[in-house]
Nanobody, 115 residues
């Protein structure tokens, strides 16, 4: 089992920045992919950014150049640095780990961006 806990969400003005943290615990050995996803009210959950165990990153077109996914293995934490935030970035942000074909999700953290 893998446990994920997100933190760092909040209310921010448009153009501002936030950093989300995803703390990993449990059997985190051999996690092959970590990702950040988001779900806005009335919309489906969508991929924001992913990071493979080999270090390859992938971003949604809407966040390229503004968001950065990274990790600190010494702290068992994955980050999402979000800059130049827009009101359309408002959503609940979820952390996901994939291990052996099984997805593990955190409970999410709310990011609200005012105009």
């Amino acid at each position: 089992q893998v446990q994920l806990v997100e933190s760092g969400g909040g209310l921010v003005q448009g153009g501002g920045s936030l950093r989300l943290d995803c703390a990993r615990s449990g059997n985190i050995f051999s996690i092959n992919l970590m990702g950040w996803y988001r779900q806005a009210p009335g919309k489906q959950r969508e991929m924001v950014a992913t990071l493979t165990s080999g270090g390859t990153t992938n971003y949604a077109e809407s966040v390229k150049g503004r968001f950065t996914i990274s990790r600190d293995n010494t702290k068992n934490t994955v980050y999402l640095q979000m800059n130049k935030l827009k009101p359309e970035d408002t959503a609940v942000y979820y952390c996901k780990a994939n291990k052996g074909g099984v997805d593990y999700w955190g409970k999410g953290t709310l990011v609200a961006v005012s105009s």
